[in-house]
């Protein structure tokens, strides 16, 4: 089985300059690379750049998927509103640029021109499971829905408002009964969910990732995350 994990950047970052990137400077593909020579000794794997408590609790679940699956099994890729879709592997350097900012008619067209649509479907080609945690403004970007293949299942945890856009793809509501419920704030949701739901996998094992593949409800989701509230 594998897993690809979609995940939004954050504005916490494990460096900063007060040169960042800017928005313009990813306008031109060749002066971000020349902007990212000067920043060289700010450059980190975008997997270890983000420090923002969404990112961090949403990589811990990783790990404790890939205890499970192996390091093979499950690749991350963050929604960056400067870089595009990127691999948790790709150096990149400290910026100031986020959809929340954006209107939607501009996140979506920014979105097309970094290729995060097209790069989406992508990448999630070949995964059984791709869940996505992203909120409105990123959802934007990755325009939604995605396909769902034969034998795959997309489940995005995202508010309930967005239910419409997700197509038939399962969605996870991720909102303030979610918040209560799994003891954490909004920004934090969608990261604690996952890692709660890979504490549950590390304690259970494939049988329950093969649970989730079959259910096209919330509700086998859900009920490993409540089993995994209070665990280690």
Known sequence: MKILVITSCTGDKATSSSVALKFDDFNDPA????????????????????????????????????????????QVSILSAGYGLIREDRPIAPYDVTFNSMGRPKARSWAEQLGVPDAAR??????????????????????PPLDVG??????????????SRVGR????????????RFGAGLIALKGRMLE???????????PLLEEILADDSPKTIFDAMDRAVGTR
């Open 31 to 74: 002066r971000v690379a020349r902007r990212e020579v000067e920043l060289a000794q700010y450059l980190r794997p975008a997997g270890e750049m983000y420090t923002g408590q969404q990112h961090v609790r949403a990589m811990a679940g990783v790990r404790r998927l890939r205890k499970v699956l192996g390091d093979d099994g499950v």
């Open 122 to 143: 992508r990448f999630a080609h070949g995964h059984d499971l791709v869940f996505v945690l992203l909120g409105s403004a990123y959802l934007d970007a990755l325009a």
């Open 150 to 163: 034969p034998g795959q299942r997309v489940v995005f945890f995202a508010p309930s408002k967005e239910r």
């Open 169 to 180: 793809a399962t969605l996870v509501p991720a909102g303030l009964e979610e918040c209560a």
């Open 196 to 206: 709660l739901l890979g504490r549950a996998v590390s304690m259970e094992g494939f």
